[in-house]
């Protein structure tokens, strides 16, 4: 029995008015987690999934995607460290052209794990110009693709070459690359010579058009105009020597480069020809992979070797792997880096039985629906939304540009009959350069709803 002032309480009363407070207790709840409600929903509130998840700078890199989709998924596994974004971009990336949300999370998710935010790869990534990936491409495109048409036996002929190749290095060389390289040495020289004896011409000449003629030439001690005629004369007849040597030597200079242009069908040399062509672009462009590492601080014992590098070029190169053969090489290889660098007790565990989920948003009220439904859910949850930049640093959008940024949604609510949606960016804390409209607190920030999902194009989510 339970006494109130005023009276006895029964029992059958007390249970009716704690049922009672219980559901207003899950009204209220209910009411909170409605995007209808000025207080609406919001996964930054203590205890929600984005309570201690800070909105990182991505500076000036492109890689929104990666923060966005790294976010998200750190929020659906619970992660207590943030997860680092190169190793996610370069983990989820096969062709180099910047990944997208979805294929991120779903790389790590396969992989089973993702790298703890370190900023340990910062140093490969200064800026979206200048760094490691922009630099590895170009220089892999200086190299050509060898590859074999005959599949059925092609593979093992190009690791025989490559191993040819390699082995070429340990003999000191072979003709085509020192012959080359002997050739182009002389030729640079000569040039210098050149430019030196047509220097030397001009100042005689100079000489010559100065001298005054007759008796003052002879009081003034100047030299004979015959004299300096006749060095001038001397002078273009080694200009002349120089030069025919150099058309000898142009020529076969075109001779060699003849063998070495262009793209390789292997199966049109014999193998120790192959081989010498192979080597020939290795030696070249090896030391051009090697410097661009060692400049983005890569760990040197993650460098692959000059006959790891030969090998792995060409014994990949058959046609069905051709993008891998040629200008992927580099990249690759510094994925690969990146991975091994990032051990354990680095590596936070990403369950396997997470999905990734997408909508192409062909009107914006699906979207809007899309999103109000993962908010609105009894464990709700955010997504990312792709969408343009410029609807976040001017309010307004182009149609039919690419949209180029991602962001996470974790909010919604409902002010003076207008939705909006808050937005979790990647670019600090301070929201950067967003439109004047839109206020900032901590990295966050509130928009319009509809017209942030005209302004989009896949909103992208996560499921058990």
């Known amino acids: 029995m339970v006494v109130f ?59 929104c995607f990666s923060y966005a989709a790294t ?15 190169f190793d996610a971009a370069v983990n989820s990336d096969e062709d180099a052209d910047g990944g997208d949300p979805s294929g991120v999370m779903k790389s ?26 922009t630099e590895l491409e170009k220089i892999s495109m200086d190299m050509p693709v060898f590859y074999t ?30 012959g080359s390289l ?50 001038i004369n001397s002078v273009n007849s080694k200009v002349k020597t120089k030069e025919n040597r150099l058309d000898v030597l142009e020529k076969k200079k075109d001779a060699y480069e003849a063998k070495i242009a262009g793209k390789y069908d292997l199966d049109k040399y014999n193998e120790d020809d192959a081989a010498q062509i192979v080597y020939y672009w290795a030696k070249k462009t090896y030391p051009l992979m090697r410097s661009a590492f060692t400049k983005y601080g890569v760990d040197s014992k993650q460098i692959p070797t000059f006959e790891q590098y030969v090998t792995e070029r060409v014994k990949k190169d058959p046609v069905n792997e051709y993008a891998y053969a040629g200008r992927m090489y580099g990249y690759k290889v510094m994925k690969q880096a990146i991975a091994n660098s990032c051990q354990p007790p680095n590596r936070q565990s990403v369950r ?21 439904g993962l908010l609105e859910k009894g464990n709700p949850q955010g997504a990312v939304l792709s969408l343009h930049s410029s609807f976040i640093t001017k309010g307004t959008w182009t149609d039919g540009a690419q949209d180029n940024h991602a962001v996470v949604v974790v909010g919604c609510r409902t002010v003076n009959g207008q939705m909006q949606l808050l937005i979790h960016n990647s670019w600090g804390q301070g929201c950067g350069n967003i439109y004047k409209n839109y206020s900032c607190t901590g990295g966050r920030f509130w928009i319009p709803a509809t017209s942030a999902l005209q302004a989009s194009s896949e909103v992208e989510w996560l499921e058990n």
């Open 5 to 63: 002032k005023g009276g006895l309480l029964n029992h059958s009363r007390l249970l009716f008015i704690s049922s009672a407070l219980c559901l207003t207790g899950l009204l209220n709840e209910s009411l909170a987690q409605n995007c209808s409600t000025q207080k609406g929903v919001n996964l930054t509130d203590p205890g929600k999934s984005f309570a201690n998840i800070i909105p990182r700078d991505q500076g000036r890199l492109g890689l």
């Open 182 to 231: 002997t050739i182009s040495s002389e030729i640079d020289q000569l040039y210098k010579d050149v430019d030196k004896l047509n220097s030397k011409s001009t100042t005689l000449r100079s000489e010559l058009n100065s001298l005054d003629w007759g008796w003052v030439n002879y009081l003034s001690g100047s030299r004979d105009n015959s004299e300096i005629q006749k060095d």
């Open 352 to 372: 396997k039985n997470i999905t990734t989920k997408s909508l192409t948003v062909k009107n914006a009220l699906d979207g809007v629906n899309r999103i109000k």
């Open 108 to 133: 790590l998710i396969n992989r089973g794990w993702a790298c703890t935010d370190t900023y340990k790869f910062q140093n490969m990534f200064p800026s979206s110009q200048d760094n490691i990936l």
């Open 149 to 178: 048409n005959n599949l059925s036996t092609g593979e093992a002929r190009q690791k025989r070459i490559a191993d040819k190749a390699a082995a070429l290095n340990k003999a000191g060389g072979c003709d085509l690359w020192n």
């Open 71 to 85: 976010d998200l998924l750190r929020s659906h596994t619970g992660a207590t460290s943030p997860f680092n974004v």
